[in-house]
């Protein structure tokens, strides 16, 4: 399924004229909170006003839950509502994602989630718009749902919107935690696609693009908040999100949520604590832990490619090299936890997830590299 585009500073202007193109008589606008509220260009969106019946959902909580996505079915139906537009950040865009989809089928929507049946229908036309530059939901056919702290995600091309629009100016009010998060959101995709064993030449050279675009735009894009580079982070978030689609994301993303639902650990924030360590745990691969079918040597070849992207020779020093941009950037690298908090994260992994890592992950792997941020 091929996706309309618009890239670029100043792009939320075509909203309008787009939504004019579908035909659309009823909006179900999904938004965030406060985020919307200091959005620049709120104007553009409650001009809309003026020729649609807007419903706007903004009641739900910060992580999709299964509860929230249920709400939302209720009104976007309740509402006849024939368009989404979903303007916000990744978990605002997955909340939107979910509910068009599975509003729209036959059986109760936990069987869905959890993979009982497969998705058949098509739902409304959906226009995501990004106020971050980090998940890059706007560009995926997946969408994240927890059930009582357990992450699930949904996937099928017909989840992924029929447009999406990025607009570097939305970032412009970004708090700077916020930034700092999603920016290294971005960058872990990029990483994480670029060894995936569902990696690809096409899902590579988007990766490998928004890599370059990262490493050389993030500091300045947290502490100075300028113009060009929140550009070119809009785009980078983008190729990331482009990237992701095609591979999945592995073993960093996987031990992510656990973080975020005990921990309350912004998503970005948390995959970025061990991703260091996986660059170095994947580097050492064997024949006995491969995961890939392209073999050891294609994987070793991989790591060696990241670390010219990264502009270091080893392992150790691409872990030292995104650490110290983390530190730089002002987000944590270690944490104090209790042990039972640390099986609650372990016990949340997605296995999914783990093998689509280049090397096999083991619980005393993970353990292992627990120790390092613990």
């Known amino acids: ?30 938004t965030g909170k406060k985020s919307f509220e200091s959005l620049n260009g709120k104007e553009i ?5 003026e020729n649609y019946e807007i419903t706007h959902f903004n009641d739900f909580s910060v992580n999709p839950n299964i509860y929230d996505v249920k709400k939302g079915i209720e009104v976007l139906k309740e509402n006849k509502c024939d368009l989404v537009v979903a303007i916000g950040g990744g978990s605002v865009i997955d909340m939107a994602k979910s509910i068009n989809i599975l509003a729209n089928q036959d059986d109760e929507i936990e069987k869905y989630i959890t ?41 099928h091309e017909f989840i992924l919107p029929i447009c999406s629009i990025v607009d570097s100016e939305l970032t412009k009010n970004l708090p700077k935690e916020i930034a700092a998060s999603s920016g290294m959101d971005a960058l872990c995709q990029s990483i994480e696609s670029y060894w995936a064993v569902n990696s690809s030449d096409i899902s ?33 978030s983008h190729l990331a999100g482009k990237a ?5 994301t592995t073993a960093a993303h996987a031990i992510s949520y656990g973080f975020t639902s005990y921990l309350g650990i912004q998503h970005g924030h948390a995959v970025s604590l061990t991703l260091p360590y ?9 024949e006995e832990s491969n ?18 992207l990264l502009s270091v020779k080893t392992s150790m020093e691409a872990q030292k090299k995104i650490i110290n941009l983390m530190q730089r950037i002002g987000l944590k690298t270690e944490l104090s ?8 994260i372990l016990n949340s992994v997605s296995l999914e997830r783990l093998e689509n890592n280049p090397r096999k992950v083991k619980r005393e792997d993970l353990m292992e590299i627990l120790k390092n941020i613990l």
């Open 337 to 344: 936890e209790s042990a039972d908090k640390i099986n609650l």
């Open 115 to 155: 993979d009982e049946k497969e998705i058949t229908k098509k739902g409304n036309n959906l226009i995501a718009i990004p106020t971050t530059s980090g998940s890059g939901s706007e560009a995926t056919h997946f969408a994240v749902i927890y059930i009582d702290k357990k992450k699930f995600s949904l996937s």
């Open 1 to 30: 399924m091929n996706q309309e585009e618009h890239i670029g500073k100043g792009s939320l202007k075509k909203l309008p004229e787009i939504i004019k193109r579908f035909g659309s008589k009823k909006i179900f606008l999904v």
């Open 204 to 236: 590579k050279e988007y990766a490998r693009d928004a890599i370059k675009l990262i490493i050389e735009n993030l500091e300045n894009y947290v502490n100075e908040n300028n113009e060009e580079n929140r550009e070119i982070m809009a785009k980078a």
């Open 244 to 248: 992701i689609n095609i591979s999945k």
């Open 45 to 49: 969106i409650d001009s809309l006003k």
């Open 291 to 308: 995961n890939d079918k392209r073999g050891v040597e294609y994987v070793k070849n991989t790591m060696k490619e990241l670390f010219d």
């Open 278 to 286: 996986f660059i170095k745990f994947n580097n050492e691969i064997s």
